[in-house]
């Protein structure tokens, strides 16, 4: 089994940052894509940002990019996601998930296995 928590979120006015974290415990293993996904109250859940393992493949929601940083520190077994030049419109609980099927990154929500619990990111304008 594999648990991931998220941590990081909270409010913040618009322009701001934040910078979530993602620590997966559990079952040792290795070589697995990351991907943070967000779901607004009313609407379904949306794909952010996605990181291969070795940390050299991104990929980001177009609605994010330039804004936001997807990393990972592999030692530490922990993926964050760096939100910058924040908008109200980014408001809604992100959630962490690991595919580890693969070791890319993956963009569709049925391409991950394990989710976290989602932390609330919330922008006041």
């Known amino acids: 089994q594999v648990q991931l928590v998220e941590s990081g979120g909270g409010l913040v006015q618009a322009g701001g940052s934040l910078r979530l974290s993602c620590a997966a415990s559990g079952r040792t293993f290795s070589n697995y894509g990351t991907g943070w996904f967000r779901q607004a109250p009313g609407k379904e859940r949306e794909f952010v940002a996605a990181?291969?393992?070795?940390?050299?493949?991104?990929y980001y929601a177009d609605s994010v990019k330039g804004r936001f940083t997807i990393s990972r520190d592999i030692a530490k077994n922990t993926v964050y996601l760096q939100m910058n030049s924040l908008k109200p419109e980014d408001t809604a609980v992100y959630y962490c998930?690991?595919?580890?099927?693969?070791?890319?990154?993956?963009?569709?929500?049925?391409?991950?296995?394990?989710w976290g619990q989602g932390t609330q990111v919330t922008v006041s304008s």
């Open positions: 998930a690991a595919a580890l099927h693969g070791s890319s990154y993956y963009i569709a929500i049925s391409d991950y296995d394990y």
């Open positions: 990181i291969g393992w070795t940390g050299s493949s991104t």
